[in-house]
């Protein structure tokens, strides 16, 4: 029987999984049954509330990691059970110890002994028929184990030193295979175990970015996740050199004596004065090393994680950044000697002309380009302009305010809005811009992705690799499969809390819908080409591939405008709209007239309308969309103003008061672009007038800031930034408390080399990756973290 399915197994995942995630077991065994036909997360949370409790997205992601990772342990559990047994050494005792081991590492520890090895020195000295010396040594103490090292002597073991040392590698190995000795000295590590960093001789100069790990030394247990990833990559890259060890003589000497006392060596008789040398040696030359490898993979496993989660929850932040609306817009993409690249959509997003204009060197057509500007808004009722913030911008956005003020009377000024342009130029040059755009130019395509994700930020971003939006930390030094799986989660979260126009969607968005995936979005697409739009989401079972099943999974978050069906349009799931119907039918109007009218609903009480398919919470749900139905939870729009006249990090002076957009936020601070193409760090000591412990706490990616300017370092590129209301001493201890989150500030292809983080310059290509950065492990992972579906 498979751990998944035996009862007694299944039934202690769910208890660990229930203590991980605060619910009950109860909700948890329903919830991985849900899982297990097949269910996603987001309709487990959305439809599946009565099933598990009301278990959210956030525990419901938890559950399935841990699922994952206890369904192995419980796999690995039993090869190793059966791996003993058939050596027969397996006793009630030892069965005990492997059905209680709680992590794969405790499990390892006590398979150590019994796992099929090659030839060690410690074989090679029982062979040689020395295990009888270390018994003798133990036994008798007060006898002198060279004298009793002569009897041992033979034609393979020449010299007493030679069978002490065969006695002392029988020894090590048995204290190294101790999984209780190995446990206690595990902890004792992740307690006292410093990390340590020093610079290579004559590597300074090639690794002054991390001049500031040269000399450095903090507690394993404390190590910030940026600090230590920091440290990973300078040893990668053979600037410094790594240890992870106690303190040097007082801490390793501790460790010595957690080996020795478990040979028992607690007098100065001769015996135990050599069995502390063999604890002394087997510290040395086994468990120092092995422990280093060990919590060598812990903290990399922990800075990973927290590396992950860093870039998961800012690109969550930026796929939920409020829309503009479907408003047509004027895409301008800036450019200097290329000019600068202009694209109209309509309010659908649909492309309807482009344009190049050159209002700057060396053509300096001013006048063409404002004409041209005028045209556009005018032929095509633009409300919304959204400009590049690359090279050039705040000279377009200045351009674009002078022109709107020549427009003729009658004609209302659209809004003009800078909007972070990172990644249009790897859609351009994608497949899927060159599959919906083959006669454009590549230039052009960047204007239409510019006016696009103004209107709507998750449908046209979820069309782009994450690395390209620029919001991870250290994301090409983390484990590509899980941070793959990571942004995925993120991805598919984000369009499944927002839900989709079915009739309006790309395949791309519509792939990360529950239940679809690239193959059925394309099949949707194509009927839609084919037959015209969907009446209903009854109609989408026509579709070529799409059973049951996947319409189950997906349906409810699909929305329809002016459908056949009013509830088309509402998240309620085509499950429940019988439920839908009889609220309305109690109100005795018409289902059009109720809907978007929380009045309507007044006097009603969802218990009445609880049924044995359908509970409290799922009613609940419905009176909520029956109010407001197709209700979009991402914020109200706003923009950032930038200052008149500060353009450059030159016209940046100390004591300055700006408004700008965060842009990433990192373990260490956050970073805004207030308009003069460098962003600024605010460090996390000056994010309020409080101690904050995580950036998150206050700020995420999208929002609109007030900040102070403390600090200009222009041939570093480096603003500090305070958000605090006080001043003078508070910013003068920014500079020192970020002292060692500078080298993550780095801009993207200088110092802070290939997957630096934050800081990004915003002039030049800076913002436009290298193709090199495109194609990586990074890069592949986050294909698939946006087109591939589990």
Request: charged share 30%; glycine share 8%; net charge neutral.
């Amino acid at each position: 029987m498979s751990t998944a399915t035996d009862p007694q197994t299944a039934a202690r995942i769910s208890r660990t999984i229930a203590t991980d995630i605060a619910a009950s077991t109860a909700q948890v065994t329903a919830a991985i049954g849900l899982l297990d036909e097949g269910a996603t997360v987001p309709f487990i949370a959305r439809y599946r509330k009565e099933v598990t409790g009301g278990l959210d997205d956030t525990q419901l992601r938890l559950l399935n990691d841990r699922l994952s990772y206890l369904r192995e342990l419980e796999a690995r559990r039993v090869t190793i059970l059966k791996s003993i047994e058939d050596q027969g050494k397996l006793t009630d005792d030892l069965k005990r110890a492997i059905a209680g081991a709680e992590s794969k590492s405790t499990l390892e520890d006590i398979y150590l002994p019994y796992k099929p090895k090659r030839r060690t020195k410690a074989m090679i000295a029982r062979e040689n028929g020395l295990e009888p010396l270390l018994e003798a040594i133990k036994a008798d103490r007060s006898a002198d184990p060279e004298k009793l090292a002569e009897d041992f002597i033979t034609e393979a073991v020449p010299t007493v030193k030679d069978a002490l040392n065969g006695a002392r590698d029988i020894a090590t190995e048995e204290l190294s295979e101790s999984a209780d000795l190995l446990g206690k000295l595990r902890d004792f590590m992740r307690r006292e175990a410093l990390v340590t960093a020093k610079v290579i001789a004559g590597k300074e100069q090639e690794g002054a970015k991390f001049s500031d790990y040269f000399d450095h030394s903090e507690k394993w247990s404390d190590i910030a996740s940026h600090r230590a990833l920091a440290i990973l990559r300078a040893a990668k890259e053979e600037i410094v050199t790594m240890e992870i060890a106690p303190e040097p003589e007082a801490g390793a000497d501790r460790a010595i004596a957690m080996v020795a006392s478990y040979l028992g060596t607690s007098t100065e008789q001769p015996g135990d004065l050599w069995l502390r040398t063999v604890a002394r040696w087997a510290w040395r030359v086994k468990f120092a090393i092995s422990l280093h490898i060990d919590l060598l993979g812990e903290l990399r496993q922990r800075a990973h994680e927290d590396a992950i989660t860093v870039f998961s929850r800012n690109l969550k932040d930026l796929l939920l950044a409020a829309p503009a609306g479907a408003k047509a817009t004027l895409g301008l993409d800036p450019g200097i000697r290329t000019g600068v690249k202009a694209a109209v959509v309509d309010a659908t997003g649909k492309l309807l002309e482009t344009a190049t204009l050159y209002p700057f060197q060396p053509k300096m057509d001013v006048r063409g380009a404002e004409a041209k500007i005028i045209d556009l808004v005018t032929r095509h009722g633009v409300g919304l302009i959204a400009i590049g913030n690359g090279t050039a911008s705040r000279e377009t956005e200045k351009l674009v305010g002078e022109t709107l003020k020549l427009l003729p009377p009658g004609v209302k000024a659209p809004t003009k809005v800078v909007v972070s342009e990172a990644g249009a130029s790897v859609y351009s040059a994608s497949e899927l811009a060159a599959q919906e755009f083959p006669d454009l130019d590549v230039s052009l395509r960047g204007a239409v992705s510019i006016a696009r994700r103004l209107q709507d930020p998750l449908a046209e971003l979820v069309k782009i690799t994450p690395e390209s939006i620029g919001v991870g930390q250290y994301q090409h030094d983390v484990d590509q499969r899980r941070l793959s799986q990571a942004l995925e989660a993120v991805v598919e979260d984000a369009v499944n809390a927002v839900g989709v126009d079915l009739n309006m969607a790309s395949a791309p968005l519509l792939a990360q819908v529950a239940g679809l995936g690239p193959s059925l979005a394309q099949s949707i697409v194509t009927h839609r080409d084919i037959h015209g739009a969907f009446p209903s989401r009854k109609a989408l079972l026509k579709v070529s591939g799409l059973g049951p099943k996947a319409f189950e999974q997906c349906a409810g978050f699909l929305r329809i405008r002016e459908g056949d069906e009013p509830l088309d349009a509402s998240s309620v799931h085509p499950e429940a709209y019988d439920v839908a119907r009889e609220i309305v039918k109690a109100c005795g109007r018409d289902m059009r007239e109720i809907m978007g009218n929380p009045t309507a609903l007044k006097g009603l009480r969802a218990e009445q309308f609880v049924t044995g398919d359908f509970g409290l919470p799922t009613v609940r749900d419905i009176f909520t969309e029956l109010e407001k139905p197709g209700r979009d939870p991402r914020p109200e729009f706003k923009t950032a103003t930038f200052t008149d006249g500060v353009e450059d990090i030159k016209d940046l002076k100390p004591g300055m008061r700006l408004e700008g957009t965060v842009t990433n936020v990192a373990a260490f601070g956050a970073f805004v672009d207030i308009g003069v193409h460098q962003d600024g760090l605010v460090h996390v000591s000056q994010l309020a007038d409080r101690f904050v412990k995580d950036p998150h706490e206050v700020v995420k990616a999208g929002d609109i800031v007030s900040v102070r300017v403390t600090e200009v370092d222009i041939p570093r590129k480096r603003i500090g930034l305070s958000m605090r209301k006080e001043d003078g001493a508070q910013d003068r201890g920014q500079q020192d408390k970020s002292k060692q989150d500078r080298s993550a500030q780095q801009p993207r292809g200088n110092a802070g080399g290939k997957g630096g983080y934050g800081g990004k310059p915003r002039g030049g290509n800076a913002s436009k990756p290298r193709a090199s950065e495109s194609q990586g492990a990074f890069g592949a992972a986050l294909l698939d973290a946006m087109k591939k579906k589990r």
